[in-house]
């Protein structure tokens, strides 16, 4: 997600000068290149440090703190994850929805996505991630994230929507102008988006199916029916929730992997580690980033929160927080603990989490088996990109067939 060149704010007086880093979250000093290395660089200063872009924010960085706060939405509002503040006309829902408001909300979501419903799913999911995967193995080469890390979750929405699979990469090409564009085609990319769903949510409406949609369309909160604005809300935050999410930790994994033998060599011998494996690599290369608003003055480990102010919590140094895990930057398939902050926690843990690890436990067995050995290929840089979602961006792999 790219936001333009930010403006620097002025520190307020409230922010003692040695907190403040010249950081910006949506484009860290080497981000690119590397990603994770550009983060962590923040973990030699302060646990919470002040931020003078985007309206000016301060960032928790540690671990404990980071779940401290995905848990207490007193006085960590969600009402506008993103920066800086009422930057968007609508709000995402369930997502920016604070208790007891999220609830209705998050009902409509959750039957959706139970264990039952997602293990239904499997041999479909299984059954895409090899056809794809056949598609280009025989080439010797492919663009991970166009050719495998995006298709799937999007051929996955269609499937728990029953939208029609052709379409898939119409969808996929305005979700990609939303996240990636600039203001321009956001607006533009709405517009096609809009007009491309309400013919089904009118057909829904009248025709209700046994799918995601036609809950959404017909789903009641507090007792009334849901209106346009909201509903179109909670299908935009799942088919933007599970799409460069997974996405770009599928990336992560591959070009992990793409250099390092050893791992790819421990998955295939035995393939009862995927599992833990899936864990491991969640907790490293969290992908999801979001913002909380303070909804009144407070103070915290010796810092002075004020009314308003926005602290960004990021999950992708929660994984990397050597007060938390021993050897954090190391990828260990058989680390004791499997508890990791990248799905969050309290009230807005990630409904889809067991969907985006099914998807991640296929590509890892359904890859490993048709392409054993693979690495980045010579002349390509992998590129990476950051906003509210860390991204892998470009990332070309090859391997001998
Ligand atoms: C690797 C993949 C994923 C990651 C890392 C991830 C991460 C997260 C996190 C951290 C939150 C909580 C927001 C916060 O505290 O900042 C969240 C919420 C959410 N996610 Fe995911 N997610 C992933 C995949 C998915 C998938 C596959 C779906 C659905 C298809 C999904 C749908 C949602 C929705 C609807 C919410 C809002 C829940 C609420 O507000 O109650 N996510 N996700």
Known sequence: MHHGSPGKVVRPAHVPAHLVVDFDVYDPPGGTKDLHGAWRALHDGPDIVWAPY???????????????????????????????SGTRPTRLLPLEADPPEHGPFRSIINPWFSPRRIASLENDVQELAGRLIDGFQPRGTCEFMSEFALQLPIAIFMRLTNLPMQDRERLLAYTQMTTRGTAAERGQAHHLMMDYLGPVIKARRADPGEDLLSGIVHAKVGGAPINDTDMMSVLLVILFGGLDTVASTLGFIAHFLAGSPGHRAQLRADPALIRSAVDEFMRRFSPSNTARTLTSDFSYKGVQFKKNEKIYVPPILAGMDERRYTDALAIDFCRADKTHSSFGAGPHRCPGAILAQLEIKLFL??????????????????LFGTGQVNCVERLVLAWTV
């Open 54 to 84: 985007h309206g000016g924010h301060w960032i928790v960085t540690r671990a404990e703190d980071i779940d401290y706060l995905q848990r207490t939405h007193d006085p960590f509002s969600m009402k506008d994850v993103t920066m800086p």
């Open 365 to 382: 067995q359904e890859w490993l088996a048709r392409i054993p050995d693979f690495h980045i290929k010579p002349g390509e840089t992998p």
